[in-house]
């Protein structure tokens, strides 16, 4: 049996951090304990990295052996997530196409936030950091008008 302890940070949604050097976003931990989100702290954050960075199962075309994807996508009209583990299995000709490619996949990604009311609009801009590794960038505008912006690194193929 597993004992689960409440941290005394209070707030929000679990914690999630990027590890860019592994490329992945892991949960906080505090004092031994999955730490939350302070409250009023913005959200849409943790949406956005699992709509980027959640292996969305790939399409019916794919060629792969291993399609990924969550088992609870078997019963959702829309899948979560994003295509972009795809890329590091493909062979893109250049850079442009490549980034153009990202984009696509974030765009396509980050479309339920609109679909389900949570942002009025989404800018995404890609571009490379080095050459292994490509910047992406998101603005969202809320109903209300506010924007955030996020941004993370990504190592290409």
């Known amino acids: 049996m597993v004992s689960v302890t409440q941290t005394t940070n209070s707030g929000g949604d679990i914690e999630i951090v ?22 009023g702290i913005d959200m849409l954050k943790n949406m956005v990295m699992i709509c980027l960075f959640t292996d969305r199962v790939a ?3 794919y060629t792969g052996t291993d399609r990924r994807g969550w088992w609870a996508d078997t019963y959702r009209a829309q899948p979560i997530g994003s295509l972009l583990w795809t890329l590091n299995r493909s062979k893109i000709a250049n850079r442009a196409q490549l980034l153009q490619r990202i984009r696509s996949i974030a765009t396509d990604a980050l479309q339920p936030l609109q679909t389900a009311g949570y942002v009025k609009s989404i800018s995404i801009r890609v ?29 290409v193929p």
Do not use: F
């Open 18 to 39: 990027w590890d860019t050097p592994n490329g992945r976003g892991d949960w906080a931990i505090e004092d031994g304990t999955i730490a939350r989100t302070p409250s």
């Open 59 to 61: 399409p019916p075309d």
């Open 127 to 155: 571009g490379m950091a080095t050459n292994d590794t490509a910047a992406i960038g998101v603005s969202l505008t809320r109903p209300d008008g506010s924007t955030s912006q996020y941004s993370w690194l990504w190592q």
